[in-house]
């Protein structure tokens, strides 16, 4: 099973809402990361988890809260966003962050497309 | 500065031909290169992952080039497939205690029928 699962598939949500992005993994992948993707435009890194501690927070906000509440799990708690927050959100996982060669290819998700209005 | 440019920034191509996308790096530590597919709206799909010793990689119609030398890789697509239209985003992994991933800017692939 090299499935990264990410739901809800779409999300409209009000800037005054708070709403959550969860994503899981059965691969046993000790690092799992978020990130924002605009249109036409490649991945942005946002936070990197390893071993369940945040290792990477690549100076997101603070409407963006990550979770990892266990190695399979990696949540995204959304609140107050803004208009120009509106992308395609895609989670990963690979063997971990500092494995070399091919243990490291990060597996995603097929993304939640979220739209702030 | 840590860069990955891809070219073309996009292509369109009969259906049945074959193409070679374009990806130079700036990368240093260098670690190892990857390619992925991204449909439309989905996440990204991993094709190939070289690392410094290796050359070339194939996966089925899709074959990897590396030359650490020049920093440069290529992707060629052969026999394309209306399937094939999506965008090809190369990715190099730098080290230096905690992997950076670097990613290109990507090209759009059309393929028509």
């Known amino acids: 099973d090299t499935e990264v699962t990410q739901t809800p598939k779409h999300l409209v949500m009000g800037m005054t809402n708070k709403k959550s992005l969860k994503c899981e993994q059965h691969?046993?992948?000790?690092?799992m990361y978020w990130y924002k993707q605009k249109a036409k435009k490649p991945p942005e890194l946002m936070f990197v988890?390893?071993?369940?501690?945040?290792?990477i927070n690549e100076s997101v906000p603070s409407r963006f809260s990550p979770e990892c509440p266990n190695s399979s799990l990696l949540n995204l708690h959304l609140h107050a966003l803004q208009p120009e927050d509106s992308a395609l959100y895609l989670c990963?996982?690979?063997?971990?962050?500092?494995?070399?060669?091919?243990?490291?290819?990060?597996?995603f998700g097929a993304g939640t497309r979220l739209s702030v209005l | 500065k840590n860069q990955v440019e891809q070219s073309p920034q996009s292509l369109i191509i009969l259906e049945g031909k074959n193409c070679t996308l374009q990806?130079?790096?700036?990368?240093?530590?260098?670690?190892?290169l990857r390619w992925y597919k991204q449909d439309t709206g989905r996440g990204p799909v991993s094709l190939t992952i070289?690392?410094?010793?290796?050359n070339t990689k194939s996966n089925g119609r899709y074959t990897a080039t590396l030359d650490a030398d020049t920093k440069q890789s290529s992707l060629h697509i052969t026999a394309s497939q209306l399937s094939d239209s999506a965008s090809y985003i190369c990715?190099?992994?730098?080290?230096?205690?905690?992997?950076?991933?670097?990613f290109g800017t990507g090209t759009r692939l059309k393929v028509l029928a």
């Open positions: 990963a996982s690979s063997q971990g962050v500092t494995a070399p060669g091919a243990k490291n290819i990060q597996y």
């Open positions: 691969m046993g992948h000790r690092a």
């Open positions: 988890y390893s071993y369940e501690k945040l290792s």
């Open positions: 990806c130079n790096y700036t990368v240093s530590p260098f670690s190892n």
């Open positions: 070289m690392t410094f010793s290796e």
């Open positions: 990715v190099v992994s730098a080290t230096s205690g905690t992997y950076k991933y670097i």
